[in-house]
DNA sequence: AATAATTTTTTACGCGCGGAAAGTTTTGAG
DNA sequence: CTCAAAACTTTCCGCGCGTAAAAAATTATT
């Protein structure tokens, strides 16, 4: 195969019989140099397989080809799709996306933005941490850096926001509880770090009201992103307080609905929609595990790939039209009804 | 703050009194200079928030302190997880780390290799997808870039292997389950991707000939990663054809069981150790979610702490002493009995 | 204070590629 | 076959920094 190992473009074009610059052009967009020279570029790669050297392309160039991700929190399935979605988005667009995890921390957040800095991207696709980001750190960033922000809004900052329409999910799931069995009362976090708890929170006063329902909201303690958990603790502890104000429960997310259901596990309470149930418990997600969790957990699924394309498709046309500045626009897609045993 | 914007190293060792060569050893290692050479390059830096530019530094330094992490499955919280845990040590050690995914395609398993020797990293932390991998790929990676194989192993490749002692894993399970009841059956994919299946179907095989019983190995459809839903499949149509040959069943891995749980659950089957309950189900690997399943999953945890700064420091050693070869290192971690309410 | 040891400066080259300008060859339309 | 457009080659310079060698300056030692 390769009798002479390449070492650089200038003797990856001589043993390709062309010059540098027209090999360079090449990689640049092979579609612009001539047919028959293509050719010779490619039968020349099969044979020695050079590839260019990232470091000395990206350095001098204005724009790279480096597009950061960075999510909140990668341990969480949701994110681990929704990551993945738009990952491979952006290599089909030809691009070279990293990607990045907060972990949960503002502070490592701060940090991961400044070193994206470093890296020069063409453009960022974040979703913040949320309620506990550092705003400023954030908005900084996005503008220096053409961004697109996903999940979690952060007002006025960025390109875009694309997500979903939070409280139409919690509109729809009460209309389908109360439709279906007793209105919900809504349980989640005392202080949620995700602003769309708080969209989703006000959905479901609003679905409430409309309905001409009494709304009872129920507040759990903990704190951090170990959702099932606080799902669970505060499970036990409501159950054990006398349970809920029906024989049905709305969660902020499927998380703690997991959790919860856990909760009424170990209390042997029966969930689900059968004429035996105690409790029916609804999520907000649809999170990779809601289909297997016992009962499978009835939940309103986020349109994330709807979401992702959209997001990549902003990022793109603002990185490869070169616009300086375009009004902020705001985007976000509905939630669809997935019903399964658990309500 | 930035009166004037900083361009380059040459304008910072300006502005800061000293000559660029100086201000590159600092960067290079600020305990390199002078003690009062440091502090006045340090009160430059609050004054003009220098970077020095990442792909000039690299281009031309033989090693980088880029590190790359590449795990079979992100989505999966268990890589998630340790993944996390890796990237961590790494930052801590002062490296760049930077974390990919295969999502279970060998042939992007293959492109995330390729695209990693462009970023010279200075070492690479893999877990392979397994029996799926272009070995010679992996292999001639791990020739060019010290490399640390984890969970996953391809004999001989790499500086070392860190991972757990399957066949132990099954062992100790079985020895728990035939103590407390009866002895299990083993729940397994048919053509498992994961080479640590086989060891601990070994495993387990070994140990009930070990206790004298005779082994049941139920072997299921499917392929990919959908793990939960193939042992959901799979536990429908074994519960359909009549049940498993024991009441207890342990299954290859957590995900798996999570999957048998909810066939379980549709079939109507109590799951647990108490007397009401009609089968015990277990699994491996101590999954994230396996605490907040119904019921509870018993399961073997990996000691995924001990794995992954045992990978990391491997690979430190072996980067920062400049070793051109050493022997082959395997090392292999047990698991802990986690017991819950399923077994 | 003189000398040795350490640190910093000067100077210079190289890394691998981007990209511009001007000249040369190839291509394709008529 | 002619000629202009398109593609390619040649030649340069620059990017921001690593790094080496030698000279100069600073510090430490006796």
Known sequence: MEYTK??????????SGLSRPTVSKYFHDPSSVRATTRARIEAALEEHDYRPNIFAMNQNRKLT??????????????????????EQRCIDAGYSPTLYSSHGDPNLEREILENLRALKPAGALIAPLGRVSDNGAVASFCEDV?????????????????????????????????????????????????????????????????LGFEP???????????????????GIQTLEAGGFSTNTVLCSNDRL????????????????RDA??????????DHPFSRYTCPPLTTIAQ???????????TLFDVVESGERSRPHETVLYEGRLIMRQSA
Do not use: H
């Open 6 to 15: 390449i070492r650089n473009m200038e003797e990856f074009a001589s043993v």
């Open 65 to 86: 080809k480096n597009v950061g991700i960075l999510v909140p929190y990668l341990a969480d399935p949701f994110f681990a799709e929704i990551a993945r979605n738009i």
């Open 146 to 210: 053409p961004t697109v922000l996903f999940d979690s809004n952060l007002p006025d900052v960025g390109l875009a926001f694309i997500g979903s329409d939070n409280p139409q999910f919690s509109m729809l799931m009460v209309e389908y509880l109360s439709r279906t069995g007793e209105p919900p009362c809504f349980f989640e976090m005392k202080d949620p770090a995700n602003p769309n708890a708080n969209k989703r929170r006000q959905g479901y006063l609003d679905a409430m009201a409309q």
């Open 216 to 234: 009872t909201i129920v507040k759990v303690d903990g704190q951090g992103w170990s959702f099932e958990e606080i799902g669970r603790a505060g």
């Open 257 to 272: 609905a997991i959790g919860l259901l856990t909760a009424c596990y170990e209390k042997g309470l029966r969930v689900g």
């Open 276 to 285: 035996d149930c105690e409790l029916r418990v609804a999520g907000q997600d």
């Open 303 to 313: 349109d994330y790939d709807a979401m992702s394309r959209r997001a990549v498709k």
